[in-house]
């Protein structure tokens, strides 16, 4: 095994015959896998209490003591259903020898669990000093689209990093970088506006956002592409947010490193769809700002001018993330794109609604509904669709301004902050916006607690479709 593959936790490896057989077993399976085996290795599973439950794993030693054979349990059709990943989560638990793969998925399943193997190599490392331990590697498998999955993997390890660097290391400067180094490695052009220049340039919001920090608001505008439809994705990078003059409470604080994870989402899907090389004009709209408190934070009361003209009344400082947004979607659907997609940690009501493993998406287009929840189900990427309510409409709108950043009362929240987000786009016909949490709480199969990149495999599955690609 070359020094190379054993570095790139992505890398399959070349057939050799030094690899160890690797089986997925299913629970119900089980006794006719076992009965395929020879009498010593029937013996050595029943001696170990192998049941094939799910993430069991099973090492085999052959007559001299070597590792000959290794198998993971994917348990029972209800623990499939409920997990995902089995054998990326398994990954850290294999010694790290070289592994050739047997199993009897279909195509669907098996680029699931090839993309778990790939992300079950991931952990965050930037600030450890000692190295990591080596890992399990895979003989390539024949069938699958392995750049395919390897473009997705890079995509969502993007995203994660980003969003698990602190804000001390990821402001708005340092995203920028982040969103430059992408554009350099796929030959995308990178326009950004900084500072009093988002004034000149009508993008009022993102300015009144961001001027309370030392670190300057921008907007970062990547060009990819010079033809086919156009794709728009607009990400939410407030790099951290304190709640502003409506100051967020210490225990509220502490995970707002992550609030620019839409831009990171739509980082990593941008990642995909290039490294794919999709014949499409895909533009990136990430508006980044600190919400920070200073002399001249805006205050609530106040009332902001939007790029689209209406006016909005500014009821609480936190409720940010919807500002910067207007501006983008304003500027994104002046273009009349195909479709656009908005992503962003925005709301707390999303959480309660589904919790942090499922990302709900709002869209009036029936069509692009129906094959994000198509994909969602074909890629186990969950998403569930909430209303756009039209009884609603009056919540965001207080009589003094033409909306209201922060209705009273606080109930449906996640859909009164979706509704605000539709007025500001009135001329693309297929728009989307998502309210993800962009954190997996606690460590799960191929997913370490930390940054989760969510909704970007399912858009990645369902966009084509969607543009007739």
């Known amino acids: 095994m070359s020094d190379q593959s054993m570095n790139d936790p992505l890398a399959f490896t070349p057939e050799t015959s030094t690899a160890v057989d690797l089986h997925l077993v299913d629970s119900e399976n089980l006794n006719s896998w076992t009965d395929m085996q020879p009498k010593r290795m ?46 990326g989560g398994a990954r850290s638990k294999l010694p790290p020898s070289s592994y050739r793969l047997h199993h009897q998925l279909d195509a669907a399943a098996l680029d699931e669990e090839l993309l778990g193997w790939q992300l079950g190599g991931y952990s965050f490392r930037t600030f450890r000093r000692h190295d990591a331990k080596p890992l399990a590697q895979m003989v390539a498998p024949s069938g699958p689209d392995l750049a395919r999955i390897r473009a997705i993997a890079e995509g969502e390890i993007l995203t994660r990093d980003l969003i698990n660097t602190p804000a001390s290391h990821m402001g708005p400067q340092e995203l920028e970088t982040a969103m430059r180094d992408l554009a350099t490695q796929h030959n995308a052009e990178l326009e950004v506006i900084t500072g009093e220049d988002l004034l000149v340039q009508n993008l009022p919001l993102i300015h009144a956002v961001g001027r309370a920090s030392p670190r300057a608001p921008r907007l970062l505008d990547l060009r990819w592409g010079t033809s086919g439809p156009r794709l728009t994705l607009v990400g939410k990078g407030v790099c951290f947010d304190t709640g502003g003059l409506n100051l967020k409470p210490g225990s509220s604080m502490g995970l707002m490193k992550k609030d620019m994870g839409g831009a990171a989402t739509v980082m990593g899907l941008a990642h995909m769809i290039m490294a794919q090389g999709w014949p499409v004009q895909l533009r990136v709209l990430i508006p980044a700002v600190e919400n920070a408190v200073s002399g001249n934070a805006m205050r609530p009361g106040d009332i902001l001018t939007s790029r689209k003209g209406l006016s909005i009344e500014v009821n609480n400082t936190d409720a940010e993330g919807r500002l910067v947004l207007a501006d983008a979607l304003t500027l994104g659907d002046e273009e009349n794109p195909e479709a656009m997609i908005c992503m962003a940690t925005l709301t707390g009501a999303a959480r309660v609604a589904v919790g942090p493993d499922i990302a709900p998406f709002f869209t009036r287009d029936i069509a692009l509904a129906g094959a994000l929840m198509q994909a969602s189900a074909q890629v186990r990427d969950p998403l569930w669709q909430l209303p756009l309510h039209p009884a609603y409409e009056r919540k965001i709108e207080p009589g003094i301004a033409d909306l209201d950043n922060a209705p009273a009362g606080g109930m449906a929240g996640a859909i009164t902050a979706a509704l605000f987000l539709h007025r500001f786009v009135q001329t693309c016909p297929r728009f989307a916006h998502f309210d993800i949490y962009g954190h997996q709480p606690s460590a799960a199969p191929a997913r370490p607690k930390g940054g989760v990149g969510q909704g970007a495999r399912a858009l990645f599955a369902a966009l084509p479709a969607v543009l007739a690609l």
Request: charged residues 20%; glycine residues 14%; proline residues 2%.
């Open 42 to 87: 029937r013996a050595w599973i029943e001696s170990v209490g192998f049941k094939a439950s799910a993430g069991q794993i099973l090492l085999a030693p052959d007559a001299d003591g070597r590792l000959s054979l290794a198998a993971i349990g994917r348990g029972t059709a209800q623990d499939r259903a409920a997990g995902r990943f089995l054998l």
